[in-house]
């Protein structure tokens, strides 16, 4: 069973930047791919990135490319996601996946594909 805890959500104005990070415990980590997520007001929870087991692989949703990056520490089991060039439209609460099956950029952009989730963290990106 793996934990997964995120933080270092917050307020930030447009244009500004944050960087979440995802702590794992209670399995390996390097044994999973990992995802984020994220759920605005209202609407369904949608793909942001992912990240292959050693870190060598990525993929991004269209809203985020080139503005958000995803990494791995698997020394310190730990998941980030570094934010960008922040707007208003990216305010919503950040959840980190955990899934131990196969890595494609079509499986992976789904909530299916991740076994394990944490509670998440609150961005808000003020105008």
């Known amino acids: 069973q793996v934990q997964l805890v995120e933080s270092g959500g917050g307020l930030v104005q447009a244009g500004g930047s944050l960087r979440l990070s995802c702590a794992a415990s209670?399995?390996?980590?390097?044994?999973?791919?990992m995802g984020w997520f994220r759920r605005a007001p209202g609407k369904e929870r949608e793909f942001v990135a992912t990240i292959t087991w050693v870190g060598d692989r990525t993929y991004y949703s269209d809203s985020v490319r080139g503005r958000f990056t995803i990494s791995r520490d698997n020394a310190k089991n730990t998941l980030y996601l570094q934010m960008n060039s922040l707007k208003p439209e990216d305010t919503a609460v950040y959840y980190c996946?955990?899934?131990?099956?196969?890595?494609?950029?079509?499986?992976?952009?789904?909530?299916?594909?991740?076994?394990?989730w944490g509670q998440g963290t609150q961005v808000t990106v003020s105008s």
């Open positions: 209670g399995g390996t980590f390097n044994n999973y791919c």
């Open positions: 996946a955990a899934g131990s099956t196969g890595w494609s950029t079509g499986y992976n952009t789904k909530t299916a594909a991740y076994e394990y």
